[in-house]
């Protein structure tokens, strides 16, 4: 058990970690594409992915109002993206 708390976990900790901020992104679009197709939450529960379903009849005349949405699902999951690059530069434990 030493062994294992003193060797193995500081590197399995960290690589869980990056994982886990890596694997936000593709839950938010995954979560945000089931919204679309009207699989996910169900209203009155808000969710990007229903939210860009229920305003894409007005992309002609109010471009704005389905986009907002849409960049909010891009910059959560470019925010995660970059945590995860982030947190893998500071805990990789081969850089040290």
Known sequence: P???LRHVMPLAVSAVIV????DMSAI???AAGLGFLGMG???P???WGTMIAATRGYILAQWWV???PGAAIFVAAL???LLGDGLRDVLDPKQR
């Open 19 to 22: 994982r886990v901020t890596l």
């Open 41 to 43: 939450a169900q209203p």
């Open 45 to 47: 529960t808000p969710e």
């Open 79 to 81: 925010a995660f993206n």
């Open 28 to 30: 938010i679009l995954t």
């Open 2 to 4: 030493r062994i294992v």
């Open 66 to 68: 389905p986009t907002i």
